[in-house]
C-alpha cells in the first residue's frame, strides 16, 4: 500500500480531468492488449514457418525415398525384361525408365538447397537411364547375353551409387526433419513462457494502475467527506489536504471556502444573537429599573417638598439622600442600557454584507476573525456602518471592498469603492462625526477620492 503512495501522488499532481486521466489508462490497456495481441501473431508466425519447414523436409525426404524405390523398380523391370525378353516386358522396363525420371524431376523441384548432391545424382541418373535404355535395345536385338553383361557391369554400379546418394539425402532430411521438430518443441515451450509473462505483466500492471487510479479518487473523496462532517458537526477549523489538480482539487478547495465562509457567518449569527440578546437585556433593564428609579426620584421631590419647614432636618436630608441615590442609579442604568447598546464589529459586517446586497453592490470583504478590545470593536464598528451608509447613498459603486489588518499595536480597516461620488465633494456628518469618534479613542481616520476614481475610508485605532 505505501510503495504505491508515490504513483498515487504523481497522479494526482497530473493537471488533467480524471475523465482524461481514466482515457489514457484505457488506452494503455488497450495497448497492452495489442502488443499482446502482436506477440501471439508473431509466436503464430514462427510456429507456422516452422511447420512450413517440415512440411518442406518431409517432400524431400519423400521424393528422395520416391526416387530410391524408382531406382529399384528400374533394376527389377530390367532384370525381368532380360528374364523374359517379351515386348511387354520391355515396354514395361522403358516406361519405369520414364518414371524414374520423373522422380528426379520432382527431386530436384522440391530439394533446392542440395544442388551439389541432386547435380551428382542429375549425373548418375541420367547414366543409369542411359545405361538401362542400352541393356533393353540388346534384349529387343536378341542378345540377351550382352544385355546381362550390360547390367551386371554397368546398370547394377549405376543403381547402387544412385540408391546411395539417394539414401544419403534421406538419412539428411530424417536428421533435418528431427532437429526441426526438437526446435519447434523448444521454440513452442520459449514462446509460451514470454506470452505468458508478457501476459501476467500486463495484468499486474492493469491492476497496479487500477488501484492506483483507484486511491487517488478514492483517498481525496474520504477526506472531503470527513471535512464535511466535521463541517456538519459545527468544526470549521482546518482543511482538507489533497493534491489532487483536477476535479477533486477544485472540489476540496471550494469546500474549504464553504467552511471557512461559515465559520465566518457562523461567528456572525453568533454576534448578532449576542447582540439581540444585549437589546433585550438594555430593554428589560430600561423599562424595569428605569422607570421604577424614576419614580423613586419624582416620589422624593414630592415628598421633599412636603415636608413640613418645622419639621426635623434630619427627614428631610435622607429623602434628599433617597432622591440622589435614586437620581445616581438612574444615570447608570442610563450608561449600562448604552453600553449594551453598543455595536459590534461582527454584527456591523454582517449588516453591510446584507445592505449593500440590498442595493446591488458586489462585496469583498476581508476580515480574518478575531476577538478585539470593546472600545476598539466599536469604534470599528461604528466605521463600517458610516463606512457603508456612505457607499450606498452617495457613491453609486458596484463594487465595495472592506479590509481589516491588524497590527500587534493597532488595527486598521479600508473601505474602497469603484463609485463616480455623485454630488458629495466633502465629507458629511456622519464621516465627520466617525473622525470625532476615532480620535476620541487615540485614533486617526481619513475619507476622500482616490486617485483612480472612487471613494476610500481609513481607520486606525491602538489597541
Given at each position: ?118 547435380a551428382r545424382i542429375g549425373g548418375v541418373q541420367t547414366a543409369f537411364a542411359a545405361a538401362t535404355t542400352r541393356a533393353l535395345d540388346l534384349v529387343t536385338a536378341g542378345r540377351i547375353a550382352e544385355a546381362e553383361t550390360a547390367q551386371t557391369m554397368e546398370v547394377t554400379p549405376l543403381g547402387d551409387g544412385l540408391a546411395l546418394l539417394t539414401d544419403q539425402l534421406v538419412n539428411r532430411a530424417d536428421a533435418e526433419v528431427a532437429q526441426g521438430v526438437a526446435d ?43 471535512r464535511v462532517e466535521r463541517i456538519a458537526e459545527g468544526d470549521f477549523s482546518g482543511h482538507v489536504r489533497v493534491e489532487n489538480r483536477d476535479e477533486l482539487g477544485t472540489l476540496a478547495a471550494n469546500v474549504d471556502r464553504m467552511g471557512d465562509q461559515l465559520g465566518v457567518l457562523y461567528q456572525q449569527l453568533g454576534a448578532r444573537a449576542a447582540d439581540d440578546e444585549r437589546l433585550r437585556l438594555a430593554r428589560d433593564l430600561h423599562d424595569l429599573l428605569g422607570n ?172
Amino acid at each position: 500500500m505505501r510503495l504505491l503512495n508515490p504513483f498515487v501522488r504523481w497522479l494526482a499532481r497530473i493537471p488533467a480531468p480524471i475523465q482524461t486521466k481514466l482515457l489514457i489508462a484505457l488506452g494503455i490497456l488497450a495497448g497492452l492488449l495489442t502488443a499482446l495481441g502482436v506477440i501471439g501473431l508473431v509466436v503464430l508466425g514462427q510456429a507456422n514457418a516452422r511447420a512450413e519447414r517440415l512440411v518442406e523436409l518431409q517432400l524431400r525426404t519423400a521424393a528422395s525415398s520416391d526416387l530410391r524405390l524408382a531406382t529399384t523398380a528400374q533394376l527389377y523391370s530390367l532384370t525381368r525384361a532380360i528374364a523374359l525378353p517379351q515386348t511387354v516386358s520391355v515396354d514395361a522396363a522403358l516406361r519405369q525408365v520414364a518414371a524414374t525420371g520423373y522422380s528426379f524431376d520432382r527431386l530436384r523441384y522440391v530439394d533446392p538447397e542440395e544442388r551439389d548432391t541432386v547435380a551428382r545424382i542429375g549425373g548418375v541418373q541420367t547414366a543409369f537411364a542411359a545405361a538401362t535404355t542400352r541393356a533393353l535395345d540388346l534384349v529387343t536385338a536378341g542378345r540377351i547375353a550382352e544385355a546381362e553383361t550390360a547390367q551386371t557391369m554397368e546398370v547394377t554400379p549405376l543403381g547402387d551409387g544412385l540408391a546411395l546418394l539417394t539414401d544419403q539425402l534421406v538419412n539428411r532430411a530424417d536428421a533435418e526433419v528431427a532437429q526441426g521438430v526438437a526446435d519447434t518443441r523448444d521454440a513452442y515451450a520459449r514462446s509460451q513462457i514470454v506470452v505468458f509473462a508478457f501476459a501476467g505483466a500486463g495484468l499486474l500492471f492493469a491492476l497496479v494502475l487500477a488501484f492506483v487510479i483507484a486511491l487517488s479518487i478514492l483517498g481525496p473523496l474520504r477526506a472531503i467527506g470527513a471535512r464535511v462532517e466535521r463541517i456538519a458537526e459545527g468544526d470549521f477549523s482546518g482543511h482538507v489536504r489533497v493534491e489532487n489538480r483536477d476535479e477533486l482539487g477544485t472540489l476540496a478547495a471550494n469546500v474549504d471556502r464553504m467552511g471557512d465562509q461559515l465559520g465566518v457567518l457562523y461567528q456572525q449569527l453568533g454576534a448578532r444573537a449576542a447582540d439581540d440578546e444585549r437589546l433585550r437585556l438594555a430593554r428589560d433593564l430600561h423599562d424595569l429599573l428605569g422607570n421604577s428609579l424614576s419614580l423613586i426620584t419624582i416620589k422624593s421631590q414630592l415628598a421633599r417638598r412636603l415636608l413640613p419647614p418645622d419639621d426635623d432636618p434630619r427627614a428631610a436630608n435622607e429623602v434628599a439622600d433617597i432622591e440622589r441615590v435614586a437620581r445616581e442609579s438612574l444615570q447608570d442604568v442610563r450608561h449600562a442600557v448604552d453600553g449594551y447598546r453598543q455595536p459590534t464589529f461582527t454584527s456591523a459586517l454582517a449588516g453591510a454584507r446584507a445592505a449593500l446586497a440590498a442595493a446591488g453592490i458586489g462585496s469583498t470583504i476581508d476580515v480574518t476573525p478575531e476577538s478585539l478590545p470593546t472600545a476598539v470593536d466599536a469604534t470599528l464598528a461604528w466605521a463600517v456602518r458610516e463606512g457603508i451608509t456612505n457607499v450606498i447613498r452617495h457613491s453609486g459603486a458596484a463594487m465595495c471592498s472592506i479590509r481589516l489588518t491588524r497590527k500587534t499595536r493597532e488595527a486598521s480597516l479600508e473601505i474602497t469603492d469603484n463609485g463616480a461620488l455623485a454630488g458629495m465633494t466633502a465629507p458629511g456628518n456622519g464621516l465627520r462625526g466617525l473622525q470625532e469618534r476615532v480620535a476620541a479613542g487615540g485614533g486617526h481616520s481619513s475619507a476622500g477620492p482616490l486617485p483612480a476614481g472612487g471613494f476610500r475610508v481609513f481607520v486606525s485605532v491602538p489597541l
